[in-house]
């Protein structure tokens, strides 16, 4: 023990044997001390009872120690005051020992209590360190020089090595299992606690994995530093290790986790660099604005990361745009994502269209996103949109000079019916006016059109029939159309001239001359389909003696157009003649149909 035997013998309780041979000691001085009285020198009290009593109470404790010596006094001065007398002066030598003896004796006895209560805190306080020490939450141990014996160690030793703290001697250091980062167990010299016991080398933070009896790993951080006594000689050492299994397995999964966000971002920068995309953010806090080296480049900005107030960003957009771009920004603080296409004035002066893309981080505070330079694709539109309005006013003019070119001939034709005098001739000559004036009239009906690629097929029948009906005036015609579709000009034309045959016909031969009666037009669409019907209640097929021109003019437009008739007609109860044409028209006709309703 670090006190020594000393300390026991002062702190444990007296027993009847520690009195016992504090009594012979007292007792053997006082032999010796009558032995030596005649001839002793003063002070001879001193040699014999004084080193008894020290004696006892080193070895028997203190109350031994001092009953044995106030035997022992009370002895001395009997036999000495019973040979000399109490009032010869001066004192004799023996009496004059024994008065200066007491003092002395009490001193000693003062002493050795004193010593006793210093032993008995130094012991608790070192229990209390031994206490402490074991319950240290990791590997701790304290060596003593110069072999390595354990003197103290932590009580979680043995359950983070895996086995029990073995003895430290060099041999011994063998069996532990500490591991080289290339897998070469640890030498006896390499464990840190040994190298602070033979060298004096303190060691803070050294990281060991160490293989257990059962084969597991763990990670542990050593400190290590020695102890020296006064004279500075190293008498132990003092060794503390962690477990930082945990700690480690967090830090690789945190380097995994980091090795994978650097993999992605930069796999993110080739993507961005590749679509020619800059990054911007936005402290909505601050009211900051961040450009990255390509956003700013887009902007005019010098070509490097940058940071600019809000206001002024705003400043750079163009005035016709600022307003509106700004309020999208505002509508994505309240959260979703955030989109805008806008135009920007650089500080040289050019124009540049951005297109920005984000989305806000309410925890962050922040908005992020992407912008894109798409001038180019601006130009190509502008251009597109100007070649497109340059063919449309093209094709607007081309049908107007058509249909002038048409009506005109339709004016020759009808100055030459005028002159016509043969009947059949008239009536060949009149239906050949119709039919060139049906296509006068739907290029007519084109010029109406919102993108001159597609017709109203309502609005194109029902000036058909106000066209046609003034061919025979006593007849009414009726017409009823409820298509609600835009038909491409290569659908509308063709059945434009379909109905403008029947129409014709029907005015021309369903009835006798003169005679009253009524031609109805109806359309609609119905199951994906276009249906149209010229129906009259006049004399029939057979009894009108329909021309052959009439039949092959409708059959081969019919066909033109993928569409289907059907005639119904009995003598004196009328015909119906039943077009359908299969619905969706046209994907230029749908795209037509789609710009009129916008």
């Not at 290339?182 to 994995?209: M, N, Q, S, W």
């Not at 009506?407 to 016509?420: C, I």
Request: net charge neutral; glycine share 8%.
């Amino acid at each position: 023990m670090p006190l020594g035997r000393f300390n026991t013998r002062l702190l444990r309780a007296p027993r009847p044997a520690d009195y016992l041979i504090a009594f012979c000691l007292a007792a053997i001085a006082v032999l010796i001390q009558l032995r030596l009285e005649v001839n002793a020198p003063t002070g001879a009290l001193f040699v014999t009872l004084f080193p008894a009593t020290v004696l006892a109470g080193v070895f028997c404790g203190t109350a031994p120690a001092a009953v044995a010596s106030l035997l022992g006094a009370a002895a001395v001065a009997a036999l000495s005051f019973g040979r000399t007398a109490l009032i010869a002066p001066p004192f004799n030598h023996a009496q004059t020992e024994i008065l200066l003896f007491l003092p002395a004796c009490v001193t000693v006895l003062w002493a050795t209590h004193a010593l006793r209560r210093a032993a008995a805190d130094a012991t608790r306080a070192e229990r209390r360190l031994a206490e402490m020490f074991r319950q240290f939450p990791g590997v701790a141990a304290i060596l003593q020089a110069p072999d390595g014996r354990v003197l103290l160690r932590s009580a979680r030793s043995n359950a983070v090595l895996g086995h029990e703290q073995r003895a430290l001697a060099t041999d011994g250091l063998f069996s532990y299992g500490g591991l080289h980062p290339d897998g070469r167990p640890y030498a006896p010299a390499d464990y840190p606690i040994v190298r602070a016991l033979k060298t004096g080398e303190i060691v803070h933070g050294e990281r060991l994995r160490y293989r257990r009896d059962d084969g597991s790993i763990v990670h542990l951080e050593l400190h290590a530093a020695p102890i020296r006594d006064p004279n500075g000689h190293i008498s132990g050492s003092v060794g503390m290790a962690f477990d930082i299994s945990d700690r480690v397995d967090a830090e690789c999964r945190l380097i995994e986790s980091e090795a994978l966000h650097r993999a992605a971002a930069e796999r993110l920068r080739a993507a961005i660099d590749a679509g020619a995309l800059g990054l911007w953010e936005l402290d909505i806090a601050a009211q900051h604005v961040r450009l990255d080296a390509a956003a700013a480049a887009m902007v005019g900005l010098p070509a490097e990361p940058i940071e600019l107030a809000r206001d002024r960003f705003s400043q750079l957009i163009d005035p016709a745009d600022r307003e509106r771009a700004l309020a999208a920004l505002e509508r994505t603080m309240n959260g979703g994502p955030y989109a805008d296409e806008y135009c920007v004035r650089t500080p040289q002066g050019e124009t540049r269209w951005i297109i920005s893309r984000g989305t806000i981080l309410p925890d962050l505070k922040i908005a992020v996103g992407v912008v894109g330079d798409v001038t180019e694709r601006r130009q190509r539109e502008n251009a597109l949109r100007d070649a497109l309005h340059a063919r449309d006013v093209l094709m607007y003019e081309a049908d107007h000079r058509i249909k002038n070119s048409l009506q005109l001939v339709v004016s020759l034709l009808r100055l030459q019916l005028n002159r016509v005098p043969h009947p059949d001739a008239r009536d060949a000559l009149s239906q050949a006016i119709s039919r060139v004036d049906a296509v006068a009239n739907a290029h007519l009906s084109l010029q109406s059109s919102p993108d001159l690629r597609s017709i109203d097929a309502d609005t194109m029948l029902a000036e058909l029939c106000a066209r046609v009906g003034t061919l025979n005036p006593s007849l009414t015609l009726s017409c009823d159309t409820a298509i609600h579709h835009m038909l491409d000009t290569e659908i509308a034309i063709p059945l434009g001239l379909l109905a403008s045959e029947l129409l014709t016909n029907a005015l021309r031969h369903a009835y006798p001359a003169g005679a009253r009666g009524e031609v109805i037009l109806a359309a609609h669409t119905d199951a994906g389909s276009l249906t149209m019907t010229v129906a009259d209640r006049g004399r029939g097929l057979a009894a009108a003696g329909r021309p052959a021109l009439g039949t092959t003019v409708i059959t081969m437009l019919a066909r033109q157009i993928g569409a289907t008739v059907n005639r119904e007609s009995a003598p004196g109860d009328g015909t119906i003649v039943t077009v359908r044409l299969p619905l969706p028209l046209s994907s230029g006709a749908l795209a037509a149909a789609e710009a009129g309703k916008v």
